[in-house]
């Protein structure tokens, strides 16, 4: 995301304080009258937006938004996998599950390959917590930052055992790629302005005080 910012710069698209990267930065929020946080991966704020970033890397073949629906049109062969693994998910609840493929030597130092599955609640849903969390946070300094755009970015990268088959219907924006990534940040960077640069480091400052960042 620095290389990023620094050829939006050197382009003109942008200046130095028109685009803010946070890493690994956490917002508070109350909950039966107990202050607690919530981890964003990444946030960015530019002139267009706010946004915030859930990051997974996850190997093997990710198979994200499958439900039961989707399960028995894409392969019926298949959907009994989803139903031993969430007997009891609604028909449109969607899941992902990930196949990783194991080599191991057996005694005879014979290779042998296997398969682990691993399953997850959408990581949309966590996206979404966390950025009401974060809104509902900003507006308490300024009304105007009313809303937060989330993002879930599968980052390991794609070769022939990993990668991300996207079955979702629900998700607005989900990046399978350092490019998608990069070409979504590129046509973010042209939209309308909706913020200052002050009010870009308004939310910055919010941000570091609350992470006790300087």
Same mark, same amino acid.
């Given at each position: 995301? $620095?290389?990023?910012?620094?050829?939006?710069?050197?382009?003109?698209?942008? *200046?130095?304080?028109?685009?803010?990267?946070?890493?690994?930065?956490?917002?508070?929020?109350?909950?039966?009258?107990?202050?607690?946080?919530?981890?964003?991966?990444?946030?960015?704020?530019?002139?267009? *937006?706010?946004?915030?970033?859930?990051? @997974?890397?996850?190997?093997?073949?990710?198979?994200?938004?499958?439900?039961?629906?989707?399960?028995?049109?894409?392969? @019926?062969? &298949?959907?009994?996998?989803?139903?031993?693994?969430?007997?009891?998910?609604?028909?449109?609840?969607?899941?992902?599950?990930?196949?990783?493929?194991?080599?191991?030597?057996?005694?005879? $130092?014979?290779?042998?390959?296997?398969?682990?599955?691993?399953?997850? *609640?959408?990581?949309?849903?966590?996206?979404?917590?966390?950025?009401?969390?974060?809104?509902?946070?900003?507006?308490? /300094?300024?009304?105007?930052?009313?809303?937060?755009?989330?993002?879930?970015?599968?980052?390991?990268?794609?070769?022939?055992?990993?990668?991300?088959? *996207?079955?979702?219907?629900?998700?607005?924006?989900?990046?399978? $790629? @350092?490019?998608?990534?990069?070409? &979504? &940040?590129?046509?973010?960077?042209?939209?309308?302005?909706?913020?200052?640069?002050?009010?870009?480091?308004?939310?910055?400052?919010?941000?570091?005080?609350?992470? /006790?960042?300087?």
């Amino acid at each position: 995301m $620095s290389e990023l910012k620094e050829k939006f710069i050197s382009e003109g698209e942008i *200046d130095e304080n028109e685009m803010v990267i946070m890493g690994n930065v956490f917002v508070p929020y109350e909950e039966n009258g107990e202050t607690k946080t919530r981890q964003i991966d990444h946030l960015v704020v530019l002139p267009s *937006d706010i946004y915030i970033i859930e990051t @997974k890397y996850w190997r093997g073949t990710v198979i994200h938004g499958i439900n039961r629906k989707n399960a028995e049109k894409i392969a @019926k062969d &298949f959907s009994f996998v989803f139903e031993q693994l969430f007997p009891k998910a609604n028909s449109d609840t969607e899941k992902t599950i990930i196949f990783m493929k194991n080599t191991n030597l057996d005694k005879d $130092s014979e290779q042998t390959n296997s398969i682990n599955i691993s399953y997850y *609640d959408n990581p949309r849903n966590q996206v979404m917590d966390t950025m009401y969390k974060l809104r509902n946070y900003l507006i308490t /300094y300024n009304n105007k930052f009313n809303y937060v755009e989330p993002i879930v970015y599968f980052g390991y990268p794609e070769d022939k055992e990993n990668r991300v088959i *996207d079955y979702s219907a629900k998700d607005k924006h989900r990046l399978t $790629s @350092k490019e998608s990534l990069c070409d &979504f &940040f590129e046509n973010e960077v042209m939209r309308p302005v909706k913020y200052s640069q002050e009010e870009i480091q308004q939310i910055k400052r919010i941000m570091q005080k609350v992470n /006790y960042l300087s």
